[in-house]
């Protein structure tokens, strides 16, 4: 209010008539300096006030141009690597307190502030044996704002939770602490150092995204140390000014790099916005900064690549059975109704690039559309959702023609036909009958021990009767694995 930030003084036409006076009153409220500068400026600052909480935020509004505009978008770009940096005195102390002389070959050359974001802040330095490095640090005091911030947002969410009925679909407390969780672990360079070791096999064997090595020996709680990336940060004005980018093909390795990761591994990069990506021609996209990493199990999996398939078939009706199947939508809901509503989603946009989708348009359908079948927000998705959004935010401003459909069809087709194929269940099914007679000739086995070992010498003969039991039963079993495989084909 003190910014004239919630209802900006510029755009009173977009505002309900009450609203306006109410937003007319706030701004009185607003002292003249608080209100000077554009309302995304005015925005950012007062987010920065709020702490890093209100800066996560503004980074995901950022991404959304086509929701905010260019001009508001662009004024809360800085939040995502370009804030106030602390004294690099205060850092290279840090770095010595935390690190000593453990780092082999030894840190030299420790620079100014390349980048400086809600929790930490790096520096670019050189190892003794002549690599370039960066060098991670957390801001001083850091904890404590996040401790205050944390009890912030758990009152927010029991106050929603328990005066707000309409919002426990949302359920804010699960969002809540799933925001906690992400906070507290970025908080430990350990634990992103291991993020990032693993995040950086996995795009490997991608080739969509790659991610710079982590140097052990500089890892410690508050420090983390890390091969330099190459390429030009993508929140730079040069990146997509470098020759020879291909720009579309960036745009198509970040979704589907981001969609392979959750699909197939299970594991994804859950901050890809413009001040943790770097790129060089032709289409090279660089990942830094692993402290938020989200995670899905295996029927969460499932049913985001049946969901995302029945989309690009335009399967309205199978979409809505994998809804419902998964518990996103309750069973009394009509299942013929929430398809037609899927289908009024999803038509408008299929097949069209983004500079011709509505995406305000497209999501308040979908609000509408949870709400009106009372969908409730699955706590495991949380992350790959507002990944999701980023993404295609951070896609369509690389490329504006983008289609995120066909972009994400390859990866999600390559994971149905290896899960789903009549050829996948025929393998679970064989895996299945493999084990379970595993477990069988082992119970025999034990079995057939304990006789032997109770039993008179003269009743031995029962052990090669269990023996001939064992084998029966594996070679019924392989052979109904057999008939379940050929009848799928």
């Not at 906070?183 to 992103?192: A, T, V």
């Not at 989603?345 to 011709?356: D, I, N, Q, Y």
Request: charged share 25%.
């Amino acid at each position: 209010m003190r910014a004239d930030a919630l209802f900006p003084k510029e755009y009173p036409s977009a505002l309900p008539e009450g609203a306006r006076i109410f937003a007319r009153l706030l701004g009185l409220l607003a002292g003249r300096q608080a209100r000077k500068g554009r309302p995304g400026e005015r925005l950012a600052r007062a987010l920065v006030q709020l702490g890093p909480v209100g800066i996560k935020f503004g980074q995901f509004l950022s991404t959304r141009a086509d929701i905010l505009g260019v001009a508001f978008a662009a004024d809360l770009a800085h939040l995502k690597d370009r804030l106030p940096p602390f004294p690099t005195a205060l850092a290279k102390a840090e770095i010595e307190r935390e690190l000593g002389d453990g780092v082999s070959p030894p840190l030299v050359d420790i620079g100014e502030p390349l980048a400086a974001a809600s929790l930490a802040q790096v520096h670019l330095a050189r190892l003794a044996d002549g690599r370039e490095v960066a060098v991670k640090v957390l801001r001083p005091g850091i904890e404590r704002r996040v401790a205050d911030d944390v009890a912030v947002l758990v009152l927010a969410a029991n106050i929603a939770q328990s005066f707000f009925p309409k919002s426990r679909r949302l359920a804010p407390r699960a969002f809540a602490a799933t925001v906690i969780r992400s906070l507290r672990l970025e908080l430990d360079m350990r634990l992103e150092a291991a993020g990032a070791d693993e995040l950086r096999e996995i795009m490997a064997a991608d080739g969509f995204m790659i991610a710079p090595k982590v140097v052990w020996t500089g890892v410690a709680r508050r420090v983390l140390v890390l091969e330099r990336a190459s390429g030009v940060p993508l929140s730079s004005s040069a990146s997509l000014a470098q020759p020879g980018l291909d720009r579309s093909r960036v745009a198509i390795n970040l979704v589907r790099g981001f969609l392979a990761q959750a699909l197939d591994h299970g594991v994804f990069h859950a901050d890809l916005h413009e001040g943790n990506l770097f790129i060089a021609p032709p289409a090279r996209l660089i990942v830094v900064d692993f402290g938020i990493i989200g995670r899905l199990g295996q029927a969460e999996r499932r049913y985001l690549a049946e969901i995302l398939w029945g989309f690009l078939r335009r399967d309205y009706q199978h979409v809505a059975e994998v809804h419902f199947r998964a518990g996103y939508v309750p069973n009394d809901q009509d299942r013929g109704s929430f398809a037609q509503a899927l289908r009024a989603v999803g038509e408008p946009a299929f097949g069209l690039t983004a500079s011709r989708i509505s995406m305000g348009r497209l999501l308040t359908q979908l609000f509408e559309v949870t709400a009106l079948f009372d969908m409730a927000l699955r706590p495991e998705l949380i992350l790959l959702q507002k990944t999701m959004v980023i993404v295609e935010g951070v896609a369509r401003g690389i490329d504006p023609d983008h289609d995120i459909w066909s972009a994400a069809e390859p990866v999600v087709r390559r994971w149905i036909e290896r899960e789903l194929s009549p050829a996948a269940a025929a393998r679970r099914t064989i895996s299945e009958v493999a084990i379970a007679l595993r477990s069988v000739t082992r119970l025999l086995a034990e079995s057939g021990a304990e006789t032997a070992a109770t039993a008179p010498p003269q009743e031995a003969p029962v052990e090669a009767g269990g023996s001939w039991v064992a084998f029966a039963l594996g070679v019924v079993a392989a052979a109904a694995a057999f008939g379940v495989a050929l009848l799928l084909r």
